[in-house]
């Protein structure tokens, strides 16, 4: 009966109003599903998942208020309208950092990097004020809004006019997915020949990815500027965003590496005494290369960097990533990527795995090592914890760390404790 009474009240906002918002409520409880998944569920907790999440969290938090706007629900749950404004300058940029993390292996924040979350904690000290009002307030000011549609695109968001705040985050999106593209297309270049079967797959996610945004945004930011009425330019938003989250949601479900860290089996490198031996066996294994850099500059980066892992152990750092290497050796970062995916055949991530395996291997041998349960193990090489210790040892040796301490060290059975 009240549903029958607010629609007489307030008027459908847009043609289809009924089946668009079932397209909204599907589209959050499937992104919703992701989102718990690749959050709680995935056994890889990595940086770019959590900004990947947070990417889909933001767009899903708009495809549910909108959907209670259409249907008028949200005078049920006045507290939600608006809080979801903010969070639109986060999509963009989220889903920018994603990429990159996942191509450079990045495990956390650099240092710039706040920046890109600037226009998003301006936006919410705008509408901070409305945010703390009553929710009497908040159903006064939604009663004065939800007339017609026009009412819902003309409100003021914040300092700027009426109609600036959806247009910036368009044009931020826009610039965002040219960055994107312009991360994937170079690092392509660069690497993409030498990694191995499931490191193309991410790579292959990331164009489909990229392009799903390159769909969203300028799209959308074109349609702001044509001659359309309020109400088609509103319905083609809602549902661009609203499919775009459906879309990106379901295609992660045909992905289980990403959704659920899940990866295919890879080569098996058997690591010899000394991690160079090792990296060494690695190139013989490789298939021919053409290298970017001249035969002089690779053996100049390689003696430089070596000596430095070996005098510095910087491996020994939870969270090291190519960037830290980059600034510690001074060497520019397309060429050490170069330098460890060419000269060693590897990634970056295996790269610094080979030592860590290997300091691992020496320190096996010492007493006070022996009490060491395998997260105290993982945590004294550098590894974040104990399943990726676990993996990167098996992937390394092809010996589970139990096994390996049993083959070579029969008086070590004690060193793998839960």
């Given at each position: 009966?009240?549903?029958?009474?607010?629609?007489?009240?307030?008027?459908?906002?847009?043609?289809?109003?009924?089946?668009?918002a079932?397209?909204?409520?599907?589209?959050?409880?499937?992104?919703?599903?992701v989102?718990?998944?690749?959050?709680?569920?995935?056994?890889?907790?990595?940086?770019?998942?959590?900004?990947?999440?947070?990417?889909?969290?933001?767009?899903?938090?708009?495809?549910?208020?909108?959907?209670?706007?259409?249907?008028?629900?949200?005078?049920?749950?006045?507290?939600?309208?608006?809080?979801?404004?903010?969070?639109?300058?986060?999509?963009?940029?989220?889903a920018?950092?994603?990429?990159?993390?996942?191509?450079?292996?990045?495990?956390?924040?650099?240092?710039?990097?706040?920046?890109?979350?600037?226009?998003?904690?301006?936006?919410t000290?705008e509408?901070?004020p409305?945010?703390?009002h009553?929710?009497?307030y908040k159903?006064?000011?939604?009663?004065?809004?939800l007339?017609d549609?026009?009412?819902?695109?003309?409100?003021?968001?914040g300092?700027?006019?009426?109609y600036?705040?959806?247009?910036?985050?368009?044009?931020?999106g826009?610039?965002?997915?040219?960055?994107?593209?312009?991360?994937?297309?170079?690092?392509?270049?660069?690497?993409?020949?030498?990694?191995f079967?499931n490191?193309?797959?991410?790579?292959?996610?990331?164009?489909?990815?990229?392009?799903?945004?390159?769909?969203l945004?300028?799209?959308?930011?074109?349609?702001?500027?044509?001659?359309?009425?309020?109400?088609?330019?509103?319905?083609?938003?809602?549902?661009s965003l609203?499919?775009?989250?459906?879309?990106?949601?379901?295609?992660?479900?045909?992905?289980?590496?990403?959704?659920?860290?899940?990866?295919?089996?890879?080569?098996?490198f058997?690591?010899?005494?000394?991690?160079?031996?090792?990296?060494?066996?690695?190139?013989?294994?490789?298939?021919?290369?053409?290298?970017?850099?001249?035969?002089?500059?690779?053996?100049?980066?390689?003696?430089?960097?070596e000596?430095?892992?070996?005098?510095?152990?910087?491996?020994?750092?939870?969270?090291?990533?190519i960037?830290?290497?980059?600034?510690?050796?001074?060497?520019p970062?397309?060429?050490?990527?170069?330098?460890?995916?060419?000269?060693?055949?590897?990634?970056f991530?295996d790269?610094?795995?080979?030592?860590?395996?290997?300091?691992?291997?020496?320190?096996?041998?010492?007493?006070?090592?022996?009490?060491l349960?395998?997260?105290?193990?993982?945590?004294?090489?550098?590894?974040?914890?104990?399943t990726?210790?676990?993996?990167?040892?098996?992937?390394?040796t092809?010996?589970?760390?139990?096994?390996?301490?049993?083959?070579?060290?029969?008086?070590?059975?004690?060193?793998?404790?839960?």
């Amino acid at each position: 009966m009240k549903n029958v009474f607010l629609e007489l009240v307030y008027p459908p906002l847009m043609p289809y109003a009924d089946l668009l918002a079932n397209l909204m409520f599907l589209s959050t409880f499937i992104g919703l599903l992701v989102i718990i998944i690749l959050t709680l569920v995935n056994k890889v907790k990595s940086h770019a998942n959590y900004l990947l999440s947070l990417s889909l969290i933001s767009v899903t938090l708009f495809t549910f208020t909108s959907a209670l706007l259409i249907n008028h629900a949200i005078f049920q749950v006045p507290h939600l309208f608006r809080i979801n404004m903010p969070l639109h300058y986060l999509v963009a940029p989220c889903a920018y950092l994603y990429v990159r993390a996942v191509l450079y292996q990045e495990s956390k924040f650099q240092r710039l990097d706040w920046l890109h979350f600037v226009p998003f904690l301006l936006h919410t000290g705008e509408l901070l004020p409305f945010m703390l009002h009553s929710a009497a307030y908040k159903l006064t000011y939604l009663q004065q809004l939800l007339v017609d549609v026009d009412g819902v695109t003309k409100q003021k968001e914040g300092l700027l006019p009426d109609y600036y705040h959806p247009v910036l985050k368009f044009m931020i999106g826009n610039v965002y997915v040219v960055l994107q593209w312009q991360l994937i297309r170079r690092f392509s270049i660069q690497n993409a020949s030498n990694y191995f079967p499931n490191h193309k797959q991410f790579l292959n996610w990331l164009w489909v990815f990229t392009l799903l945004n390159t769909f969203l945004y300028p799209p959308v930011l074109i349609a702001m500027f044509l001659p359309i009425s309020i109400t088609l330019l509103t319905t083609f938003i809602v549902v661009s965003l609203g499919s775009y989250l459906l879309i990106t949601s379901t295609m992660l479900f045909f992905r289980p590496y990403i959704l659920y860290g899940l990866v295919d089996s890879e080569p098996t490198f058997q690591l010899s005494k000394h991690p160079e031996e090792a990296l060494s066996s690695m190139i013989k294994e490789s298939s021919e290369r053409v290298y970017s850099l001249s035969v002089e500059k690779r053996q100049e980066y390689r003696q430089k960097v070596e000596a430095y892992m070996a005098q510095n152990q910087p491996f020994l750092k939870k969270g090291y990533s190519i960037k830290d290497l980059v600034q510690e050796v001074n060497v520019p970062q397309h060429h050490l990527s170069s330098l460890i995916n060419q000269e060693y055949g590897i990634n970056f991530n295996d790269f610094i795995n080979c030592y860590r395996v290997e300091y691992v291997k020496s320190k096996l041998k010492q007493p006070e090592w022996r009490n060491l349960t395998l997260e105290g193990i993982a945590l004294e090489a550098g590894f974040t914890n104990r399943t990726t210790f676990f993996r990167a040892f098996t992937k390394l040796t092809g010996l589970s760390p139990s096994k390996f301490i049993t083959k070579d060290s029969p008086d070590l059975q004690g060193g793998d404790k839960a």
